[in-house]
């Protein structure tokens, strides 16, 4: 009956406006029709979708992005770690309890851009935006390796689908064949000109990202593609379906120099939304310090790579102690086993072993932890890596291997300088001598013939550190952390110490963290059937391998 009643009254709607036309303008700028969609620009759709690569603060959202999420994963790979002893993510547990912890890409992917992106390619098709129609599905694509490589199995078939409240979870195979299908659809869409395609226009979607450039946004589409054939090295279709290749080609058509780097970008200010995540302004970080690890291989205090050598980028990232050295955090024993003169400082340049949360009077940050840093989405260094370890596993290439190994330390460096050179102290500013000097080392440059996967990944975890939270962890993951270079027989990532005994958390079983369970502010009040399903009711769920990184 209602349903009747309803069309009777749109008849008789239609009838009235029939005999008066004049009345019709008036009525519908009145009445506004609130099931009616509302066409939003997608110019002021696009830029809040862009702020979900590092952190939302907008009316699509707060309180999700790579840096919150990252602030969590970063203990898991020991990029960092926090003044708390026994951390359950130092500890490689998983969220507990009814929190939204490690799920803040779940919530970027799926609400913050989600429908967001939709709209903006349904829109931008009506008006014949294609160039905003390829952002958004380049967003896409980011979003569904950037996803399954977090969490596996999530909804992907269903997932805009506004009438289920429940969804069915697809696999990571079908994430990965989906991402590099919307790629080559994102390429398509930004390849074409005319019609209302306008870089003026897409400059004020884009104004914090890539500031309008095409270009640019095509060679972070092959960027995605170059990560998503280069995360399959453990599968037999990485030898059988050439996806080395793969890596290679679309590595080389990506940033080849910083001037292509996907950096999101800050205004600065007085208000929390236009600064960094990161930075004092902030106040997120007081209770991190840089983990051990990174600090051994910065410093030379690795007893196995680069020993003894002290990696000039060294005070661009890390912070020096009261002894003038590098140490850093153990992320399941916190403040443990330090001595007063070998706490480092806290990112923000606090020197004292407080853990206050509260940001310092002055602020002396460097690199990502400054208010307005540029926060790295991709880099040319990382393409660089990508394209070392691709020449390297297929047959064992060494010159371009080398060739690509050196380049990208070196565009490494560039970007240190260029785009961080705030407060670094005079006497350890980079400069083409000491540049020179670290990579004419044999225990960093080896000659032809002896650069291995350590070198590449080791440096690889050096450039991303900080900003490249998930990719090291998807490569650390690939290499199951303690996987044995082929050439030395030591680990891949030297020296490196996954928790055992009882340091590890309790619940994983004495496993290693392979996956995050899904958000909890939807999935498991909602999802649970196939929560159960999947296993992620499970409490070592959290442990179970990921199909990217299970050898077959």
């Not at 310090?289 to 291989?297: E, F, H, N, S, T």
């Not at 923000?348 to 690199?367: E, H, I, L, M, Q």
């Not at 290499?479 to 994983?508: E, K, L, M, R």
Request: charged content about 15%; proline content about 6%.
């Amino acid at each position: 009956m209602p349903n009747k009643i309803s069309r009777s009254l749109f008849a008789l709607a239609a009838g009235f406006l029939t005999l008066f036309p004049s009345c019709k303008k008036t009525i519908d700028d009145a009445y506004l029709n609130p099931n009616a969609a509302v066409i939003q620009p997608v110019e002021t759709l696009l830029a809040p979708v862009i702020d979900g690569f590092a952190y939302y603060y907008t009316a699509n959202g707060s309180g999700y992005g790579l840096q919150l999420d990252g602030t969590l994963l970063g203990r898991y790979i020991q990029y960092w770690g926090i003044t708390t002893n026994a951390d359950p993510y130092g500890q490689m547990g998983p969220v507990i309890g009814a929190s939204d912890n490690t799920g803040s890409v779940w919530a970027t992917v799926y609400y913050g851009q989600g429908q967001n992106v939709n709209k903006i390619i349904e829109w931008g098709s009506q008006q014949k935006k294609w160039d905003y129609v390829g952002v958004a599905w380049a967003i896409r694509a980011w979003g569904w390796l950037a996803l399954t490589n977090q969490y596996s199995d999530a909804p992907l078939v269903q997932a805009f689908n506004t009438s289920l409240s429940q969804f069915k979870y697809d696999t990571q195979p079908m994430f990965y064949d989906s991402c590099r299908a919307i790629c080559f659809r994102a390429l398509t869409y930004l390849n074409m000109t005319g019609d209302s395609v306008s870089p003026a226009n897409l400059l004020k979607g884009d104004y914090y990202f890539f500031g309008g450039d095409v270009n640019k946004w095509k060679k972070f589409v092959y960027g995605i593609l170059a990560r998503s054939y280069n995360d399959l090295t453990n599968k037999t279709v990485y030898t059988s379906n050439h996806y080395a290749d793969s890596a290679i080609k679309y590595a080389s058509l990506a940033m080849s120099s910083n001037a292509d780097n996907a950096m999101c970008k800050f205004q600065g200010g007085n208000t929390s939304p236009v600064n960094s995540y990161y930075g004092p302004y902030r106040a997120n970080l007081g209770t991190y310090r840089q983990g051990q690890y990174i600090a051994d291989l910065l410093s030379g205090n690795n007893p196995q790579m680069f020993t003894g050598v002290l990696d000039p980028r060294t005070p661009y990232m890390l912070r020096e102690n009261t002894n003038g050295t590098y140490k850093g955090f153990i992320p399941w024993l916190g403040t443990s086993g330090l001595s007063a003169g070998d706490y480092p400082q806290n990112f923000w340049g606090d020197p004292s072993s407080s853990t206050s949360t509260v940001a310092p009077k002055v602020n002396n940050s460097r690199y990502i932890f400054n208010d307005t840093a540029e926060y790295p989405l991709m880099t040319a260094s990382e393409m660089q890596l990508i394209l070392a370890e691709s020449y390297l596993r297929k047959n064992n290439d060494q010159a371009n291997a080398l060739a690509a190994y050196t380049n990208a330390i070196q565009l490494n460096m560039n970007m240190l300088t260029t785009i961080y050179p705030t407060n670094i102290p005079a006497a350890k500013v980079m400069n083409g001598a000491s540049e020179a000097a670290y990579l004419s080392n044999p225990k960093v440059v080896p000659a032809i013939g002896s650069l291995t996967l350590s070198h590449i990944m080791l440096q690889k975890y050096i450039a991303l550190y900080g900003w490249g939270v998930n990719e090291t962890w998807t490569d650390m993951r690939r290499y199951h952390y303690a996987d044995p270079d082929p050439v030395t027989g030591n680990q891949v990532y030297a020296n490196f110490v996954v928790p055992s005994g009882n340091n590890i958390y309790a619940t994983n079983g004495g496993k290693p963290v392979y996956r995050c369970k899904p958000r909890y502010n939807s999935e498991y009040l909602y999802d649970v059937p196939e929560l159960t399903r999947i296993g992620a009711i499970n409490p070592d769920y959290n442990t179970y391998e990921m199909w990217f990184s299970q050898n077959n």
